[in-house]
């Protein structure tokens, strides 16, 4: 499981022409899941996501994390292509991206252990849709992690 998380002061995601979910200040999260991942990389990422520090303090230092701001919000987006593999050739492969019977799951089981360990609910895109993801981002700070390697990248 991979993701890439934003600190941004806004985001959105917009399908068809119409709004689906916002945020002011938070995190966006973009999800790419794999064949092989499991409640441990759900809850690894999770975790990570609610706890990094990542959100200035008194003194400007990155030293706190979301859940330290009541009106801070995470929009999650799937987003397939995280999984690609570039090694060959110019044409990215998706063969580690997994497929949406196992993916719809994975992806919503990550969106509910968010929302509890964040203590509310996050806001998300819809999977499979085109969707027009806009953000502004705040930093800007972004954040690769990859469930596999545990360690950012």
Not at 92 to 110: G, L
Request: hydrophobic content about 40%; glycine content about 8%.
């Amino acid at each position: 499981m991979r993701i890439v998380i934003q600190r941004v002061k806004s985001a959105s995601v917009d399908i068809d022409g119409r709004r689906r979910s916002e945020i002011g200040r938070g995190l966006l999260v973009l999800l790419g899941i794999e064949y092989r991942d499991t409640d441990e990389d759900i809850d690894y990422l999770c975790h990570k996501v609610v706890q990094m520090r990542i959100f200035p303090d008194a003194d400007g230092v990155m030293n706190r994390p979301v859940t330290d701001f009541a009106d801070a919000g995470i929009l999650v987006v799937s987003q397939f292509t995280l999984m690609a593999s570039t090694r060959k050739g110019n044409r990215p492969s998706y063969i580690h991206a997994s497929r949406p019977d196992f993916a719809v799951p994975v992806y919503e089981k990550f969106c509910s252990r968010l929302s509890a360990l964040l203590g509310k609910p996050v806001q998300t895109g819809v999977f499979g849709a085109d969707m027009q993801v806009a953000l502004v981002n705040d930093g800007p700070v972004t954040i690769m992690m990859d469930s596999h390697l545990r360690e950012s990248f």
